[in-house]
């Protein structure tokens, strides 16, 4: 199975920063890397696919990129509606496996 | 609007059987494959078994093959999940998820417990 690692495991951060996410993968995925939010309560969203595709209705401050087994997810200017926990997929093999997921809290 | 609705949670003993129901609506729904996929209280997410559109072809999860079967009626653009000889380690919100998971439901809370 494909084993995704993400770091860090928590992020504190301040509204308005940069910050990146990573997402390792344990063997070669490929693009078929995706990310989600997941906001207490609600279901997750998909924000990122294939590594680097935007998504539509997802706000431009969200950008992914990344092939392989190193891949990242960027939020330039972060937002307080953007605490969430944030998830890593791939789709390249079965089973299908997430990531731990990271949780952006505010510092 | 893509719109996906589990029903069929529950309080369950283990060892006994459960069956899950995930309601398409906004899509053609006879055109994607469709997945589930569940998050233990507190946990991460788990996927658990996909579908194609056609039924042709099926897959599980190691945790659960043997014990749940996944199907769908495209006629009543429904998803189901039956799972049976249920465990404590079970005990999840399950999430129908369309296509390569772009659009989810609201979860259904399964509790296996005696």
């Known amino acids: 199975d494909v084993v995704l690692t993400q770091s860090p495991a928590t992020l504190s951060v301040t509204p308005g920063e940069r910050i990146s996410l990573s997402c390792r993968a344990s063997e070669s995925v490929d693009t078929y890397l995706h990310w989600y939010q997941q906001k207490p309560n609600e279901s997750p969203r998909l924000l990122i696919k294939y590594a680097s595709q935007s998504i539509s209705g997802i706000p431009s401050r969200f950008s992914g990129s990344g092939s392989g087994t190193d891949f990242t997810l960027s939020i330039n200017g972060v937002e307080l509606e953007d605490l969430s926990i944030y998830y890593c997929?791939?789709?390249?093999?079965?089973?299908?496996?997430f990531g731990a997921g990271t949780k952006l809290e505010l510092k | 609007e893509v719109q996906l609705v589990e029903s069929g949670g529950g309080l369950v003993q283990p060892g006994r059987s459960l069956k899950l129901s995930c309601l398409a609506s906004?899509?053609?729904?006879?055109?994607?494959?469709m997945n589930w996929i569940r998050q233990a209280p507190g946990k991460g997410l788990e996927w658990v078994a996909s579908?194609?559109?056609?039924?042709?072809?099926?897959y599980y999860a190691d945790t659960v093959k043997g014990r749940f079967t996944i199907s769908r009626d495209n006629a009543k653009n429904t998803l189901y999940l039956q799972m049976t000889s249920l465990r404590s380690e079970d005990t999840a919100l399950y999430y129908c998820?369309?296509?390569?998971?772009?659009?989810w439901g609201q979860g259904t809370l399964v509790t296996v417990s005696s």
């Open positions: 998820a369309q296509g390569w998971f772009a659009y």
């Open positions: 579908i194609s559109s056609s039924s042709s072809y099926i």
């Open positions: 906004g899509f053609t729904f006879s055109n994607y494959g």
């Open positions: 997929q791939q789709g390249n093999s079965l089973p299908y496996t």
